[in-house]
Antibody, heavy 121, light 108 residues
Framework: QVQLVQSGAEVKKPGASVKVSCKAS????????ISWVRQAPGQGLEWMGW????????NYAQMLQGRVTMTTDTSTSTAYMELRSLRSDDTAVYYC??????????????WGQGTLVTVSS | EIVMTQSPATLSVSPGERATLSCRAS??????LAWYQQKPGQAPRLLIY???TRATGIPARFSGSGSGTEFTLTISSLQSEDFAVYYC??????????FGQGTKVEIK
């Protein structure tokens, strides 16, 4: 069965970086893109960006440009999201989510369990 | 950037009643619209995609309609497990693949 398993919770100081992993199983990793979505406490869902697991192409939300990098390791079927220069308002649960199909326009059918990142001095 | 606006913010419904949730896009997204359900402490779950197609395993009491800029999610007879927050998302013009702010369906 399809699974996305994320790394554990992180506590970081302002200005630091965090790298969250998302290990996929149960399907051909390179056939479906991966997006990252975050949710601040008590707030809604915010799309952060997308990576093609086929060729590594990325699209990032404009508000995160310059601070976020998404990568993949196809040998381990793992996607990564690194966020730099952390601020207190980056405190959120971070999710990875799989495109339901390959191609340009796709919703998300499988989600990771979420990784809580807390930014606090 | 396409802005998605959901209404109402909170919907109070009795079990067994119908719930109707709305989602409006700031410009046409064709039928490239999805609905997700999220319960506390859980990841979102895909309910509807293509504006009206139920995802695998989603009960028939969930239905979606609309195209262009106006969309509706209807839950025909609310069950206890349906009380949750619902988000719409457009995936037509991106980046970004924007979400609405959510509608909380609570017990009346």
């Amino acid at each position: 069965q399809v699974q996305l398993v994320q790394s554990g919770a992180e506590v970081k100081k302002p200005g630091a970086s965090v790298k969250v992993s998302c290990k996929a199983s149960g399907y051909t990793f390179t056939s479906y893109g991966i997006s990252w979505v975050r949710q601040a406490p008590g707030q809604g869902l915010e799309w952060m960006g997308w990576i093609s697991t086929y060729n590594g192409n990325t699209n990032y939300a404009q508000m995160l440009q310059g601070r976020v990098t998404m990568t993949t390791d196809t040998s381990t079927s793992t996607a990564y999201m690194e966020l730099r220069s952390l601020r207190s308002d980056d405190t959120a649960v971070y999710y990875c989510a799989r495109d339901i199909w390959g191609g340009n326009r796709s919703p998300f059918d499988y989600w990771g369990q979420g990784t809580l990142v807390t930014v606090s001095s | 950037e396409i802005v998605m606006t959901q209404s109402p913010a909170t919907l109070s419904v009795s079990p067994g009643e119908r719930a109707t949730l709305s989602c409006r896009a700031s410009q046409s997204v064709s039928s490239n619209l999805a609905w997700y359900q999220q319960k506390p402490g859980q990841a979102p779950r895909l309910l509807i995609y293509g504006a009206s197609t139920r995802a695998t395993g989603i009960p028939a009491r969930f239905s979606g309609s609309g195209s262009g800029t106006e969309f509706t999610l209807t839950i025909s007879s609310l069950q206890s497990e349906d009380f949750a927050v619902y988000y719409c998302q457009q995936y037509n013009n991106w980046p970004p693949r924007t979400f609405g702010q959510g509608t909380k369906v609570e017990i009346k």
